[in-house]
């Protein structure tokens, strides 16, 4: 087998962090085609494409990403050789991309990324932005992984593997109520202002419709379609809020909020999204490998109620 030529890996290096030839040229000063020559005979030496047109920038491919991450942690591993002989001290990681939808909760990311937040050895990328961004990033390789609360469908365009790895029922959340007194469901949705998730929603859809066949009628205090700011607003005022358990696992923990109680036949889902690859990252294994109660941090405890138990928080109808 023959020797990685590092020179060669240096020139993709560059070229990969500018996305662009000419660019690269110049800050490495060489010619054009002295560069493409040298990217041509590493793509030969790895049996790779390692970039692929995209009108007048590179792209990389799922082989170009996968080099770029390594020639990144071997020039990393050469520079700390320095450190190492100076000061003693060695740092090697590995690089795991993960997009969330803006909308999606933050505690629900934060469990899901938490076993890896403690090892010194991991270096997590988070990108935040709409569905379809964060798919755009993830088809060319920049991300790894994409954590959504909608369902995508995989199609001969786009090779998608969609994992749902939790479902949580949706409750009502508020204040701490009287000792004794139940929240009446659904008699008392139409005397308390709600706070709900907006109409673009799986589970506003959902809950509308329940409504709709109870024959209800409710008020909306807020409609918020951003569940770090919904659980803001359930915390700071006294209206009801609609939303995952798991928005607010922190409040239902320290007692400034409670579990009114779950709704019927309305659940979030969340889903982990890859694309079909032949190199896949090992520490992506190891996260969707973990339990749902886990992700959900369905241990916990609030207002005397286990998380665990959603069946038997439900309030009765008064």
Known sequence: MSRLNYHHLRYFWAVAREGNLTRAAAQLHVSQSALSTQIRQLEDQLGQTLFARAGRALQLTEAGRLALTYAETIFATGNELTSLLRDGTRRERQVLRIGGVATLSRNFQENF???????????????????????ASLSIHKLDLVLSNQRVHSDSDHPWRCHRIARQPVSLVGKKRARGKAFRFPQELAEVPLLLPSRASDIRAGFDLLCEQLGLRYHAQAEVDDMAMLRLLARDSDSVALLPRVVVQDELRNGQLEEYCVVPQLNENFYAITVQRHFEPPLLKTLLKRPEADVLELGMVSSGVKAGSAGKSRAKPG
């Open 113 to 135: 990324i938490k076993p890896l937040l403690s090892q010194s050895d991991v270096a997590l990328v988070l990108q935040s932005g709409s569905l379809d961004e964060l798919l």
